[in-house]
């Protein structure tokens, strides 16, 4: 049997005193916790905040609720209408784009559409932008670094063991007090010599980690893989940094993509026995075990039970009576009303379908070009008029955070709070002056990149990842209402797309 993930929501509810007409923190309440019982969700805190405007991120609830995003004590944040969340755009992007780096979605009660589908794909175009200008700004720090590779010369980090930095020349050299103890981690993978007899004939022989330490089984990983030790520059192997930044140095780039300069380097092993060496470890690795696959439901949160407007949920089990024991995957009304349940695969395949016919068209497409171009001017203008305000703004927040910490140091630590909110102002004030910047280097958007966007979504569609499909569908379909049926081979869907369709949404 399936085991459904359990959904935790935060609600926020906010209030402000100057619209006597906006609905109070209970009555937002109350939506919130109907919204939330037909989802499926469960709410497992309240974040409110009563009369403080949501032009403003100083919100101490709201704040709280950003700082708990990091700890992932929820999975969605549901609140009654989009501007409870923020007012001003540029906090809404910026918060929204915290949310989302820890895994969280936005929803609203009232709007299901949270955000237009051009305005989806313009986050996505201007994403691509601000990417190009990274890399290329990136490709000509590049172009000097790659010079010096060719040279031999260190481009920076800790030199492997073994090995050091010349201070003069930057050229890597063998590094006289440490190189034999690379030798000896060779010639044992090259006699079937286990790690742990590795280490202790280290330690006995006064060798130490880079850090000082005595080696341990566990010390020499990436020794039997590194190239440098037979003489080979290898630069540029890293992969790519994430969406946050970050740069996992453990996962490296296919040979073919890296930089390799063959004997540049003091070599401390032979090459011959390097490539024994790397063999032995290759064929060392643990073979994996066989973990359960896991069944990703590509329509979860998106189908409902039009006979009593329950949510539907993925549902699998095992057919006994095969021979092959095959898992069978449906969806399911979570009410158990009677209502048919649907194959998983019949459903998602239709809605992929309908998907392609209703919006990657050369008609949906063109449609798409143009209205993101209207909204990207549209945004262009807006985000222009706000540069100055946004940098006196900037210029004002950095004096008050100076005489804050002033203040600290004068042992007044009630400002604390103070600092701690400005420099999230500052934050949201900076993104916005990033994306104006951005936008002011093109006059309009690129129909190339629109179109590339499109492609790589309906090309996702297509992927074997899918996790890559469920991203698109969870994007572009709104619901789908399974109608009253007993019959899992006939039945009738209300399938409602947030697409173009000759100039409209559809169903």
């Known amino acids: ?7 935790r929501a935060a609600a926020y509810p906010r209030y402000s005193s100057d619209n006597q007409r906006e609905e109070s923190i209970t009555a937002q309440m109350r939506a919130i916790e109907a919204y939330c019982q037909q989802k499926g969700y469960v709410i497992v805190d309240i974040y409110p905040d009563e009369e403080l405007t949501g032009t403003v991120d100083r919100r101490p609830e709201f704040q709280r609720m950003i700082d708990d995003s990091y700890k992932r004590l929820f999975d969605v944040v549901v609140v009654h209408k989009l501007d409870r969340f923020a007012r001003n755009r540029y906090d809404s992007a910026h918060y929204k784009r915290i949310l989302k780096k820890n895994g969280i979605k936005v929803e609203s009660v009232l709007e299901q559409l949270d955000g237009s589908p051009e305005s989806v794909i313009l986050e996505s175009v201007l994403e691509g932008m601000a990417e190009y200008y990274s890399l290329n700004l990136a490709r000509e720090v590049m172009k000097g670094m790659f010079v010096n590779a060719e040279l031999g010369i260190h481009t920076g980090g800790r030199p492997a063991y073994g090995l050091r930095v010349n201070p003069e020349t930057r050229k890597y050299e063998i590094d006289e007090r440490t190189y034999r103890a690379v030798q000896i981690y060779f010639d044992g993978i090259d006699n079937d010599v286990p790690n742990p007899a590795i280490a202790a004939r280290l330690n006995e022989e006064g060798f130490r980690t880079q850090t000082g330490e005595e080696f341990t089984a566990n010390s020499f990983y990436g020794w039997a893989t590194n190239r440098k030790y037979k003489g080979d520059y290898v630069y540029n192997a890293s992969s790519a940094k994430d969406e946050e930044g970050k740069r996992n140095t453990n996962k490296k780039k296919p040979e073919s993509e890296q930089t390799i300069i063959p004997g540049i380097i003091p070599a401390i092993i032979s090459a011959e026995q390097w490539d024994r060496v790397n063999e032995k470890f290759k064929s060392r690795k643990r073979t994996p075990g066989r973990m359960k696959a896991k069944v990703v439901y590509l329509l979860s949160g998106k189908v409902y039970c039009g006979n009593c407007g329950a949510l539907y949920s993925g549902n699998s089990y095992k057919n006994s009576k095969s021979s092959e024991n095959t898992l069978l995957t449906y969806y399911k009304c979570q009410a158990k009303c009677g209502n048919t349940s649907v194959r998983k695969e019949d459903l998602e395949q239709l809605v992929m379908e309908k998907l392609v016919y209703n919006c990657f068209t050369n008609e949906g497409m063109l449609d798409i070009a143009k209205r ?31 005489n804050w910490t002033t203040a600290i140091g004068a042992g007044v630590m009630s400002v604390i709070d103070n600092i701690k909110q400005a420099e999230q102002r500052k934050e949201a004030l900076l993104f916005a002056l990033q994306r104006a910047e951005l936008m002011d280097k093109a006059k309009t958007v690129d129909e190339e990149l629109v179109y590339k966007v499109l492609e790589n979504k309906k090309n996702s569609l297509n992927s074997s990842d899918e996790n ?13 209402v399974i109608q009253s049926s007993t019959d899992i081979n006939h039945y009738d869907a209300e399938i409602t797309y947030r697409v173009f369709n000759g100039g409209g949404e559809g169903i």
Not at 1 to 7: A, D
Request: charged letters at 40%; proline letters at 2%; hydrophobic letters at 35%.
């Open 468 to 480: 890559d499909k469920k991203e698109v569908l969870q994007e572009y379909v709104d619901r789908i």
């Open 372 to 402: 993101v171009q209207e909204l990207y001017l549209r945004e262009k203008k807006q985000s222009m008029s706000d540069v100055e305000p946004i940098k006196r703004e900037l210029s004002e927040l950095n004096v008050q955070i100076k």
């Open 1 to 7: 049997m399936q085991i459904n993930k359990l959904i």
